[in-house]
Each structure stands twice: as C-alpha cells, then as structure tokens.
C-alpha cells in the first residue's frame, strides 16, 4: 500500500457516458497528479495540483476534466471519450511538486478504463 | 525539454548485476534524475533518486557522470521478483518550468532462473 487510492479499479464506459475516477492520498502531500499510461507507451501526465491549484495542462482534451477539491482528493470527470482514449489511469501524489530532491511521487494502483 | 532514451528490454539471471542506462542529453542545470519500478497493474514505486556522481540505498545504485547527460541504474543480484519495468525520469516544476516531468519508455527486464 502506498497511502494513494485510487476507484474504481476497473471501468468500461460507452463513447456518451459521463463517468469520474477518484483518488484520494493519505500522506499530507501537497501535490497529486494524473498520468495516462497507454499500452506500449510511455507514462503521459495529464494534470498536476499542488495546494488544490492547477499548475500544469498538458494539452488534454477537454473531453477530460480534473477537479481538485481538497489536497487529498483529486478527480477526474470523464465525458464523451473516444474508445482511444483506453488506458490505465494513474494518481499519484508528492509532498511538494516532484521533480526537486526527495519530491518522490507515491502511485495510486490506477484505474484501468475501457471505452467502448 | 529534457527527454530521456533507455533500452527497450533487457534479460538476465538471478544473482547478476543489471545495469540499466538512461539518455538525457538536454538535461538542465536544475534537473534532477529518478529511477522508479513498475509491476504489471500496479502504479511505479520510486527506486532511486540522485543529481551528480553516485548515489546507493538498500535497494539500488545509481550512476551519473559528470556531464550528467547520461545516467546508469544498477540492480546487484536481481532476482525474479525483479522483473518489472524500470523507467527514468527528468524533471524539475519547482524551477517554474511546467510540464517537465517525462518519462522515459521505461525498459522492461525479464529475470531469468
């Protein structure tokens, strides 16, 4: 266990359903982020919080809307997807923004998503 | 944006060592390197994090020259349950540049008995 959550698990949704994956962190951090992780390819981050503030958009379709209400609950609000857009999608959280010295970033399981 | 190139996959036996080496030429100054695991399924764990020269914990070292455009992950005595994909990642949002932190294609070891 790594103190990240992440549900569901497992979701299949049609190309016109509205659906949200939650993650919620135990660990007091300040940042949380979300990585799509396609087969075959590398590690994609979505999106990055940091003290429930947007701080990084890396071009994502609108079709995908995070939401960070808390610091230790991070959404994201799934609408219209494309049967492309399957994947397996990651939280993860660190104390501050990652990338800095012992900023280590704590994965959630992921939730494995099938549009269809 | 620093961008990173590692092995595709790599095999080897329980009880080598695995040395694993990550391209980044364009790091910058501020950047610092993290190598992390991943098992099928699960989210990456972190292995190994460092910024110049070598830096070792319980679990594995890591290699950097000086000029920092490369670095080298190593795994003494691997063992099955090591088979996993090892990723490294460049990258530093406190400098204010967003949106660099990438991973690398990660390289997928396969542990033999």
């Known amino acids: 266990e790594t103190g990240v959550t992440q549900t569901p698990r497992h979701l299949v949704m049609g190309m016109t359903n509205k659906k949200s994956l939650k993650c919620e962190q135990h660990l007091g951090h300040n940042a949380m982020y979300w990585y799509k992780q396609s087969a075959k390819k590398p590690l994609e981050l979505m999106f990055v919080y940091s003290l429930e503030e947007r701080v990084e958009n890396n071009s994502v379709p609108s079709r995908f809307s995070p939401e960070c209400p808390n610091s230790s609950h991070l959404f994201l609000h799934l609408h219209t997807l494309q049967p492309e857009d399957s994947a397996l999608y990651l939280c993860?959280?660190?104390?501050?923004?990652?990338?800095?010295?012992?900023?280590?970033?704590?994965f959630g399981p992921g939730t494995r998503l099938l549009v269809l | 944006l620093a961008k990173t190139t590692q092995p595709i996959s790599m095999d080897s036996y329980e009880g080598q060592e695995v040395n694993i080496t990550c391209s980044h030429n364009?790091?910058?100054?501020?950047?610092?390197i993290t190598w992390y695991q991943q098992f099928p399924s699960q989210g990456p764990r972190f292995i190994i994090q460092g910024y110049k020269t070598k830096v070792t914990n319980e679990v594995a070292s890591l290699f950097i020259p000086a000029d920092r455009k490369s670095s080298t992950l190593s795994l003494p005595r691997v063992s099955l349950s090591d088979t996993a994909v090892y990723y490294c990642l460049v990258g530093d949002l406190l400098s204010g540049n967003t949106g660099k932190l990438i991973f690398g294609q990660g390289t997928t070891l396969q542990v033999k008995p």
């Open positions: 993860a959280s660190s104390q501050e923004l990652a990338g800095g010295p012992r900023e280590t970033q704590y």
């Open positions: 364009n790091i910058a100054t501020n950047d610092y």
